[in-house]
């Protein structure tokens, strides 16, 4: 079962703008974690959030987190068509982290040259 | 290794028959995670090793599936009788103690 959904599923933007992409989730988090997966391949690992915190930033990515609606936004800034991709949202929901995250279903993004 | 190791990265197999995917994680990683993807889903949990010691099974989705790690590094994911709701890409991930996934690039395996 999926912890996480992500909305919206798929997202077409031109080459240049900031896309968002935002995460529903059911329990409370030890951290969140934000996924990019290029078709046929594994998933590579762009940003963690820890329970205790509000905002991340890592390069043109940030990472927004409110448990109080168990939600969470990434939003990338200056898109280029490498971005092009899918991006999950992944939870981890045990005391110490380090175990098992439960993804979401993705948003697919696509940017146009 | 440099990273998740995964092989076979396609596979074939005829309903009934019995597969194995091997995963070999990045050196020194205590953690090993599988999980299946259908197409355009997100990664569904399987199974979870720290060590040699399989501590959460319960992914899986039948006692066809089967899976070890017997000296804590190199891991088989092992379906029996195979059936074509299996076909799926199987996805390995290794994480040290940061809670941080690597993934490898994953099995795709096709059931005829």
């Known amino acids: 079962s999926q912890q996480g959904e992500e909305d919206p599923q798929a997202l077409s933007i031109q080459e240049g703008e900031n896309a968002t992409m935002n995460c529903s989730y059911k329990?409370?988090?030890?951290?969140l974690q934000w996924y990019r997966q290029n078709s046929g391949r594994g998933l590579v690992h762009l940003i963690l959030?820890?329970?205790?915190?509000r905002e991340k930033h890592s390069g043109r990515l940030r990472v927004t987190l409110d448990t109080s609606k168990k939600s969470s936004s990434l939003l990338i800034t200056a898109s280029r068509a490498a971005d092009t991709a899918s991006y999950f949202c992944?939870?981890?929901?045990?005391?110490?982290?380090?175990?098992?995250?439960?993804f979401g279903t993705g948003t697919r993004l696509t940017i146009i040259p | 290794g440099a990273g998740v190791s995964q092989s076979p990265r396609y596979k074939v197999a005829k309903r009934g028959q019995d597969v194995a995917l091997r995963c070999d994680p990045i050196?020194?990683?205590?953690?090993l995670f599988w999980y299946q993807q259908a197409l355009g889903q997100g990664p569904e949990f399987l199974t979870y090793?720290?060590?040699?010691?399989?501590?959460?099974k319960s992914g899986l989705p039948s006692d066809r599936f089967f899976a070890e790690r017997p000296e804590g590094s190199v891991s088989t994911l092992k379906i029996q009788r195979t059936q074509q709701e299996d076909s799926a890409v199987y996805l390995c991930?290794?994480?040290?103690?940061?809670?941080?996934?690597?993934f490898g690039s994953g099995t795709r395996l096709t059931v005829v």
């Open positions: 991930a290794s994480s040290f103690r940061d809670g941080v996934f690597t």
């Open positions: 992944a939870t981890d929901i045990s005391n110490f982290g380090n175990e098992k995250l439960t």
């Open positions: 050196s020194g990683h205590v953690s």
């Open positions: 090793f720290q060590n040699e010691a399989q501590l959460d």
């Open positions: 959030i820890r329970s205790n915190e």
């Open positions: 329990t409370s988090i030890n951290n």
